[in-house]
């Protein structure tokens, strides 16, 4: 037999099998071979803690990347919450990501609505707190669970190719 390239003649995924089919040039006789199955990526996640604290506390809310194996040169992160619950007091850079520089917002951001940027030169592959946010809890708050959430804006990495985050709000 002279056996052309292949074609793929089923695509494989991460749950399927894919198969290739190889055809004989002089007889038309065909043969199929099995091709493996995707891996499974898991996405880097972006987590923000959940936190406890009475009304006229101050309360810290710790923010985590896991599952970082893409190497991150670049991410912008939007946090949203409820400004008649939490004051936006500051922000100190946690141990992940110590390659990429922290911008923290201005003094002219929207209250309930925080954005904060890393970069880099280089690709970062650490998983850990990115950053502690604190917060005052407003005096007439009541009692109760109150969303913190998390949206990445960009992430990229060192070739500036889009990654993409899952997110967990705290």
Known sequence: HAWNEGIVTTEPTVETEGVKT?????????????????????????TAGIAQAQAGEQVVIPVSISKNTVGLCGLTVKFTYDPAVLNYVSAEKGEALPTLELSKPGS????????????GMDSDYTNGEIILLTFDVLNAVADGNYPFNVEIVKACDF??????????AG
Not at 108 to 119: H, I, K, P
Not at 159 to 168: F, K
Request: glycine content about 4%; overall charge negative.
């Open 108 to 119: 002219a951001y929207v209250e309930g609505d925080l954005t904060f940027n890393w970069d």
């Open 22 to 46: 190889f055809t004989c040039t002089v007889c038309g006789d065909t043969y199929t071979e099995t091709i493996p199955k995707l891996p499974v990526v898991e996405k880097p996640t972006v």
């Open 159 to 168: 070739d500036l190719n889009d990654v993409e985050l899952d997110t967990v």
